[in-house]
């Protein structure tokens, strides 16, 4: 029993190890048409394959890879693909690779496979030909007996394509009679597997022709295929064009026939390709030809032909080109000209009333030079109305369009001063017997537009008073718009001349409707209305713009010297803070006004170190002050009406800092110096600002705060700079510093 037992677990353990065992399994591919070599050989195997596909299935899972392809890297694994991790077991190895034959094998992969080695494929090349193909001429008769030189019925340049269903190879029959001395007209495929193939021949002027080709091993001796090629039928095609609108002559007649036409064109289309061509125009070098277009060489079939000329109906006719053209001759086509009228358009004046009874000379309601456009919506022709009371006796206020083709227009007739007017008009052959198009032109309605312009500071009168009114505004500028055109005008400004037209600008004869109306002073806002100009404007009077004073301040400036402490207390005399002989100049970006601060003490006792800027309007503006020896400061201010009481800026400029070589007191430190970035500050008493100059005096940063103990300046260009620092007691000092 014991001795049964431990053979059950021994089988056990056998079988265990069989489950889920695997193998790698390398498949060699060699090229059975390589001689192997004879003997031991240095190197890759010459026959082993690199490249070739290898796929490897149990019915179920396919695994697939390639043969090593590399000389050098695949020294040892070249022309051999390992699957790797197999389970044992029967698989179909199928191995692939262009030019050659697919082969599948079966194969049992068990565990000593390692010891036994993979199965070994060997590939059959595929067997190929080169496939000459002949193209010959079949029109062309073949010579009798033997001849010298190339063939007359070979095609060079014929285009060849062969195929199998799946593939296709293409090539072009030899066309150089000395390159090509034993290959003209002929096509080589080369490389080409054996099987059946169909065979394409094609060359312009030829019919295309197909045939089926059973290509062997044995073409070399019973040569390739022959294609002869049909040349495609062709007739020149004579189309005659006349003008059907010419009677023949009677009888006989000598020269070209009066009813051709030379110098048509002639379209042809069989739906895909065009000919074209122009019937002969040259009686003498057109003797034969005249009136005639011959389209050569045309294939044989059915064509659409169109002829055009100016001044006739387009004609498009189908014909029938067929091999007995010579004989039946071609199609003549006869172009009927297009119908004209010459079209007079009668211009009037609306507002003239005509004359009652017989009168002599022009009418006087004829327009002459209005301008008038006759339009189908594709053409158009103008004209003017005759406006020369001599020359135009009989045509004045006409404009005649000669040669319109009857149809229906669309007439237009326009002239300065009177509104355009539009009109449709069909124009049939009976025009003389029924009349032509009169258009009657309406002026424009105008007026003359008064506008008034008051000053609306100015308090009028209190009752009756003598003389001009003192609210007008002589001399303001009226522009009046319509969104187009624009008038201008000024209002009357000479209490003599304009005493009734004082302050008032007329515009004259302004078409009816809605305008702008903006009327602009020196020292008054300017001011825009729309008015709304009607023909009772005379009873109604025009508009009266008034316009508002610019308001304005003066506009104290006063400069100090901000390095100077005030007294402490009332002191007597002018404050030695301010400073004299300053320059301010106050801009709004567009205008400046300057002035300078003053200087004497005696004179200016109550105006020493201030600027006053007269008659300034309300607005911001930038306040620049400077003076020699100190910084140059602007500042921006925000004038308004209220400045009398609350006073003007106080600019208060700093000396430009100069030849200072050390800290001007014991109390403020600043290190380290030179500095490349941060400046420490150290002082007894709070830093509340610290500004930074060049050596000209110009602010380059400032930095504010409690108590200042840093400053960054590396973003400075290296230099020397001076730094003025102020503390909370507003105690100034003044440091140079080297940035490096």
Known sequence: MKRFTMFLMAAIMAIGSVIGQTENLPVIVKDAS??????????????????????????????????????????????????????????????????????????????????????????????????????????????????????????????????????????TTGNDAVADEFGFGIATIMDLPLGIYDITVSMDGFVTQTISFDLTSDVTTQGGPTVSLVPVPTENLPIIVKDASVTPPI??????????????????????????????????????????????????????????????????????????????????????????????????????????????????????????????????????????????????????????????????????????????FDLTSDVTTQGVPTVSLVPVPTENLPVIVKDASVTPPIGPSIGIDPTLLGGATVSVTDGVDTWTGTTGNDAMADEFGFGIATIMDLPLGTYDITVSMDGFVTQTISFDLTSDVTTQGGPTVSLVPVPTENLPVIVKDASVTPPIGPSIGIDPTLLGGATVSVTDGVDTWTGTTGNDAMADEFGFGIATIMDLPLGTYDITVSMTGYVSQTISFDLTSDVTTQGGPTVSLVPVPTSIDKNESSTLSVYPNPTADFVNIQSEVAIRSVEVFSTGGALIKRFDGEAISQINIAELVNGIYIIKTTDRNRNQQITKINKH
């Open 251 to 424: 009888g006989p007649s000598i020269g070209i026939d009066p009813t051709l036409l030379g110098g048509a064109s002639v379209s042809v289309t069989d739906g895909v390709d065009n000919w074209t061509g122009t019937t002969g125009n040259d009686a003498m070098a057109d003797e034969f030809g005249f009136g005639i277009a011959t389209i050569m060489d045309l294939p044989l079939g059915t064509y659409d032909i169109t002829v055009s000329m100016d001044g006739f109906v387009t004609q498009t006719i189908s014909f029938d080109l067929t091999s007995d053209v010579t004989t039946q001759g071609g199609p003549t086509v006869s172009l009927v000209p297009v119908p004209t009228e010459n079209l007079p358009v009668i211009v009037k004046d609306a507002s003239v009333t005509p004359p009652i009874g017989p009168s002599i000379g022009i009418d006087p309601t004829l327009l002459g030079g209005a301008s008038v456009s006759v339009t189908d919506g594709v053409d158009t022709w103008t004209g003017t109305t005759g406006n020369d009371a001599v020359a135009d006796e009989f045509g004045f206020g006409i404009a005649t369009i000669m040669d319109l083709p009857l149809g229906t227009y669309d007439i237009t007739v326009s002239m300065d001063g009177f509104v355009t007017q539009t009109i449709s």
């Open 34 to 171: 390589v001689t192997p070599p004879i003997g031991p050989s240095i190197g890759i195997d010459p026959t082993l394959l690199g490249g070739a596909s290898v796929s490897v299935t149990d019915g179920v899972d396919t695994w697939t890879g390639t043969t090593g392809n590399d000389a050098v890297a695949d020294e040892f694994g070249f022309g051999i693909a390992t699957i790797m991790d197999l389970p044992l077991g029967t698989y179909d190895i199928t191995v692939s690779m262009d030019g050659f034959v697919t082969q599948t094998i079966p194969f049992d992969l068990t565990s000593d496979v390692t010891t036994q080695g993979g199965p070994t494929v060997s590939l059959v090349p595929v067997p190929t030909e080169n496939l000459p193909v002949i193209v010959k001429d079949a029109s062309v008769t073949p010579p009798i007996g033997p001849s010298i030189g190339i063939d007359p019925t070979l095609l060079g340049g014929a285009s060849v394509s062969v195929t199998d269903g799946v593939d296709t190879w293409a090539g």
